[in-house]
């Protein structure tokens, strides 16, 4: 069974401040989503990786596929950033894009 | 084009009653998925759709939940005499494809409250 932890659960910063919150997965996938989620809001991606490195604006995904792990970096972080950042892994197979989800890291940032 | 949507957005029933739940995909997407989502807790998996048929069940808690996509488009789920844990986030998504390399694009969600 596929397990995904994230780290830390929650986390508070400055404006400004670099960001990195992590990820890790216990079987072998075929991609790794990272996902936005605001108080009361839905859920929107951010990153979809397979491998290697990803960069949209301030936000930077990585993933090493041997250690199982990724991580989503915020550089240059701003309050509008406060959400809940999920991880989740999508296994390959007969899975179906099935997504096995971590339990979301609360960020906040004041300003 | 309409993203995902679904109704109601928040619906607040009694134990032991029947309640539906419904989900709009986006339009041309042949996958669709429900997941729920516990407060403080990521989303689970319930189960996926590829067009009509359910290709994947496995997460559904028990036979209380079931769900239905008759013509590979909305999909409804349904939960018979519910339970104060069953209260939750419930979360719709579709993909143009079933795979795991495919962007889920996600519903509001249905917030299930069971008084």
């Known amino acids: 069974k596929n397990e995904v932890e994230q780290s830390p659960q929650n986390l508070t910063a400055q404006e400004g401040e670099f960001i990195t919150i992590n990820c890790s997965y216990s079987v072998g996938i075929s991609a790794l989503h990272w996902l936005q989620q605001h108080p009361g809001g839905g859920i929107v991606s951010l990153f979809m990786l397979s491998s290697g490195k990803k960069k949209h604006g301030r936000l930077i995904a990585t993933i090493n596929i041997q250690e199982k792990h990724s991580s989503l970096h915020i550089t240059a972080s701003h309050p509008r950033d406060s959400a809940v950042y999920i991880c989740?892994?999508?296994?390959?197979?007969?899975?179906?894009?099935?997504?096995?989800f971590g339990q979301g890291t609360i960020l906040t940032v004041h300003p | 084009g309409a993203g995902v949507s679904q109704t109601p957005s928040n619906k607040v029933t009694e134990k032991g009653k029947y309640v539906e739940l419904r989900c709009d995909p986006i339009s041309g997407h042949t996958a669709l998925y429900w997941y729920r989502q516990s407060l403080g807790q990521g989303p689970e998996f319930l189960i996926y759709?590829?067009?009509?048929?359910?290709?994947?069940d496995s997460g559904l808690p028990n036979d209380r939940f079931f769900a239905v996509r008759p013509e590979g488009s909305v999909s409804t789920l349904k939960i018979q005499r519910t339970e104060r844990g069953d209260s939750a986030v419930y979360l719709c998504a579709s993909s143009l494809q079933g795979a795991a390399y495919n962007e889920q694009f996600f519903g509001p969600g249905t917030r299930l409250t069971v008084l």
């Open positions: 759709f590829q067009g009509t048929g359910a290709a994947d």
């Open positions: 989740a892994s999508g296994a390959g197979g007969t899975s179906y894009g099935k997504l096995t």
